[in-house]
């Protein structure tokens, strides 16, 4: 496996749960943490890792934004490839990135920004020796109930995890795992899932609590705590 690596970052969406009603049209990934955009703080969490030699972000056509949000920074390229599903957002940007099958790829959410360099380091050290590659993930901490209205069971947390990003796999694994899942109909909503629906067992990689997903309006204070 080639020790070349790239990260993609979906950032073709809106964000429309995270936005109040002053969100003045610009999409979540744009909005202002701790004085720059969110997306700028989400590139620079990949660039803190040295061998990640490229982070390519996905957004979509007539993006006005991205440009003066990702201004001046090394390693980085953007690119109007965004589809309408955050699926066919990374298999477009794979498929224009050009990685070769034994290229590792490293897929985060733009709304990720607190991802602490160790932890990014952590994820990369445990999947660059694996056939699969891996995902950062939290176990379950509270009771899990399922139920809609009134509980219908209590579901056991033993083996259960909170998955996160970035997400590590090949790029022809990962390439061939996507178009599959197109192929069958599965609605994947993250790359492990596409690579689980192709028979494969992803390493399960510690994260921490302040990777979490921006994605409701009062996360952006927590985050700005964060950073």
Not at 87 to 101: I, P
Not at 109 to 129: K, N, S, T
Not at 142 to 156: E, I, L, N, S
Request: net charge negative; proline share 7%; with cysteine.
């Amino acid at each position: 496996m080639s020790a070349s690596l790239i990260a993609l970052v979906p950032a073709a969406g809106v964000g429309a749960r995270a936005l109040t009603s002053d969100h003045g049209g610009v999409p979540k990934q744009y909005q202002p943490l701790a004085g720059l955009p969110m997306l700028r703080h989400t590139v620079l969490a990949l660039l803190a890792d040295p061998r990640i030699r490229e982070v390519r972000v996905a957004v979509s056509a007539g993006d006005a934004w991205v440009e003066t949000a990702l201004a001046g920074l090394p390693r980085t390229v953007w690119r109007p490839c965004g589809g309408p599903t955050r699926a066919r957002t990374v298999a477009q940007a794979l498929a224009d990135s050009g990685a070769a099958d034994d290229e590792w790829v490293l897929v985060h959410d733009a709304a990720r920004p607190g991802l602490p360099a160790d932890v990014l380091a952590r994820l990369i050290d445990a999947c660059l020796d694996d056939p699969v590659g891996g995902l950062l993930a939290l176990p379950v901490r509270d009771t899990v109930k399922a139920g809609a209205g009134r509980v219908a069971r209590t579901v056991d947390r033993q083996e259960l995890w909170l998955a996160q990003t970035p997400q590590m796999f090949p790029a022809g694994l990962l390439r061939g795992a996507l178009r599959d899942a197109e192929d069958r109909g599965i609605d994947v909503t993250d790359e492990a899932s596409a690579v689980e629906a192709a028979g494969h067992a992803p390493l399960l990689v510690p994260g921490v609590m302040r990777n979490f997903k921006v994605t409701w309006p009062e996360d952006f204070a927590l985050m700005e705590k964060w950073l």
